[in-house]
């Protein structure tokens, strides 16, 4: 079997040949695509470098295509820009590898193209503000490529702040749908009994101050995709009629007996745990397996620290664009300060960090971040957060006098019973810690 291997870099160049060399491959090895047509008619398979010296593999490859040379192609790139892995998927790569690879991945890869029949659509490109340069991002990027291919359901898993609903734009920017609306629909936004209503729209009469007809987020989205975040927040309930929605991609206005149909490309967004919900009894197992044909798991901030740099040089000239501010960048202690954070926030914190720490700076370098506050912040709210999850719409009545039994008890264990040291921590007297133990024991 012949390979052809492009690459401007002759240390890569030589590395491939040696290792596919030995599994007893062909290789021909080029540094740059001049001559590469006449190889392709008796190869097997390409590997093409992303960025070649005054040329874009991607762009190479997408003439090949429009030549009628459907060979199967590895993308190899040193950089995990967004848009170049995207647009490698749309043209049909059957992987993209990042550098360094091993001889293993390099090999599984081949192994897993050489069984691959090539399926090409039109290319869709365009300008994206995504950002990340990390392993962990650059196979989320892989994946939108995937999900850019076909219209599937996509569920976009991952913590608050991590940026689900920007990959998902990602998805629809780079879709043939990319012409058509955006919809977003923030689940723990509506009030649940309006959820259908703001889903499906309702017919003038349908309820008291139903005055006119309202299409709802389905409609409004026709031709488009529909981002549903925070599905996991939808009462179980309500799940029923999502399913139906979701399975048929059909729906009745409320007060309507007129069904309607909807040309959408369904995309949800979770922070929860949605296979524990399901064992749970708290989501429903088919709606699952409905809104997560394909999974996207966008990791957490801490999980990517080589990612925070490029984020905050992002961030920084984003600031300043719409602050009108001067900032030059960020001093290399302060930009250590950030890579030993934990971030429980993510990106949205810290581009909330950056954005404050700009408007105070103004001109000239960041020598600080005001971290500490932020961290206490965002690790109480996460802590609530956790709770809230925990308990059911039952427990809720009693939950903060079980709160504040749960703490006072914590307390008086970690001070050997001193109630008056735990009253002073608490900024209330001995008297009154005494008059809330008896009151909600």
Known sequence: MRVVVVDDDFGVLHSIKRVLSSKGFEV??????????????????????????????????????????????????????????????????VDVLKKPFSSQELLQAVKNALEFVPKLEPSYSKELKVIGSSRAMFEVFKKV??????????????????????????????????????????????????????????VKGAF???????????????????????????????????????????FFPLGSSKEEKADVRLIFATN????????????????????????????PLRERKEDIKPLVEYFVALAN???????????????RKLMDYSFPGNVRELKNLVYK??????????????????????????????????????????????VELYLIKKLLERYSGNKSKVASLLGISRNTLESRLRNIR
């Open 28 to 93: 021909i090895a080029l540094q740059s695509p001049e001559g590469l047509e006449e190889y392709l008619p008796e190869s097997n398979l390409l590997l093409m470098d992303i960025k070649l010296e005054g040329e874009r593999g991607t762009d190479v490859v997408e003439k090949l295509r429009a030549k009628g040379f459907n060979i199967p192609v590895i993308f190899i790139t040193a950089y995990a820009d967004a848009d170049a892995v995207v647009r490698a998927s749309r043209l049909g790569a």
């Open 357 to 402: 720490a700009v408007l105070e700076t103004r001109f000239g370098k960041i020598k600080d971040f005001a971290i500490h506050e932020e961290k206490n912040t965002s690790s109480f709210e996460k802590a609530l957060e956790l709770l809230l999850d925990a308990v059911s719409e039952e427990e809720l009545p009693n939950l903060l006098e079980r």
């Open 145 to 202: 490529g995937l999900a850019c291919q076909n219209d599937l359901n996509v569920l976009i898993t991952g913590e608050t702040g991590v940026g689900k609903e920007v990959v998902a734009k990602l998805i629809h920017e780079n879709c043939p749908r990319r012409e058509g609306p955006f919809v977003i629909l923030h689940c723990p936004a509506i009030p649940w009994d309006l959820f259908e209503a703001e889903l499906f729209g309702y």
């Open 321 to 335: 664009a719409e602050l009108g501010t001067g900032v030059e960048g960020v001093e290399e202690q302060a930009l």
């Open 272 to 299: 929860r745990d949605l296979k524990k919900m399901v064992e749970e009894g708290k989501f429903r197992e088919d709606l699952y397996h409905r809104i997560s044909q394909l999974e996207i798991q966008v990791p």
């Open 208 to 250: 008291t101050g139903a005055l006119v007809d309202k299409k709802g987020k389905a409609k409004l989205a026709e031709g488009g995709t529909l981002f549903l975040d925070e599905i996991g927040d939808v009462p179980y309930k309500l799940q029923a009629k999502l399913l139906a929605f979701v399975e048929r991609k059909s």
